[in-house]
């Protein structure tokens, strides 16, 4: 009997708790501390009371997956044979690839035989939601385990992130940008686009405004796309429901796109970024 390709995927990936439900997809939370107070995101916290509470002056904190966790979902899946794909938060944001891969060796000691392939998928938000997406399809054509793992190490890379933050002032209390930046670039209307290079997130440019910002995050996408009127575009927002819908009719009239997933920014990546952030993303070459 051959085993079950179980999915596994966390918070970071800012997909709905009840999309993953549906789809059989395993989705284990990293944590918030706000206020002195330590909860799980989707369960025990929403991003819409970070969000509040940023905008009240609030600096929340994030905190990786417990190793605790990975043991109980990991032991569960070897004990019942399981093959099993955990496609993680980009390791250069968190420390929850690296606890993922400790736990595995110490897991083949009592289970050798024990197949997962941990992926560091170097995304973030729903880039790596993206890429959740795309491996639920291919498992559902019925790629084979192998097949799968190489088809997503194959192009988590491709998949850009384009982003920009509605205020500075949330990077520099988080000590991203210093106190004389964030108040220069408030003054100057100066709107941050950042991307994400090798599952870091880098600035790549700085304009002037949100319509300039709007265009330019366009053009951006219009030179590193392929076939943007063929694709589904991911795009996630920090409680900017109105922003997001902005840029998809945006997306929509220059490309042609017609498919479209629009989530909100979870309470982990929310707490770095900040309320107003939006972020979009796509493939960079054809998936196949």
């Known amino acids: 009997m051959r085993a079950l390709t179980v999915l596994i995927t966390d918070s970071a990936s800012d997909l709905p708790l009840k999309w993953c439900q549906e789809n059989d997809v395993k989705l284990l939370s990293l944590h918030v501390l706000l206020n002195g107070k330590d909860y799980q995101e989707h369960h ?4 819409k009371e970070v969000y509040d509470a940023m905008r009240n002056g609030a600096v929340p904190k994030t905190a990786q997956i417990q190793p605790d966790t990975f ?12 093959a099993v794909i ?26 050798p035989s024990f197949q997962l392939t941990i992926i560091d998928s170097k995304c973030a ?12 399809k ?16 194959k192009h988590h890379s491709s998949i850009d992130h384009i982003f ?3 205020d500075l002032d949330y990077l520099q209390r988080g000590g991203r940008i210093s106190k004389a930046a964030a108040m220069m670039g408030g003054l100057l209307h100066i709107k941050p686009i950042l991307h994400a290079v090798e599952g870091r997130l880098l600035p790549l440019e700085k304009v002037r405004g949100n319509k ?19 694709q589904t575009i991911f795009i996630s927002h920090a409680d900017a429901i109105d922003q997001a819908e902005l840029f998809r009719n945006a997306i929509e009239e220059r490309f042609g796109t017609t498919s479209f997933v629009i989530e909100s920014i979870g309470s982990v990546i929310g707490a770095h970024v900040g309320p107003g952030t939006i972020a979009i993303f796509y493939f960079k070459e054809t998936v196949k």
């Open 44 to 47: 025990e916290i929403t991003s």
């Open 164 to 166: 920009t933050v509605d």
């Open 71 to 82: 043991i109980q979902t990991f032991k569960a899946c070897a004990e019942k044979g399981d």
């Open 212 to 230: 300039k910002k709007l265009q330019r995050m366009l053009d951006l996408m219009e030179e590193r796309g392929v076939h943007l009127g063929e």
């Open 125 to 136: 938000s729903l880039g790596l939601g993206l890429l959740v997406h795309q491996a639920v």
């Open 138 to 153: 291919w498992r559902d054509e019925g790629l084979a385990y192998d097949e799968l793992v190489k088809r997503i190490r």
């Open 86 to 111: 955990y496609m993680a938060f980009s390791s250069e944001l968190s420390g929850t690839y690296q606890t993922a891969e400790l736990v595995h060796k110490e897991l083949l000691e009592e289970y």
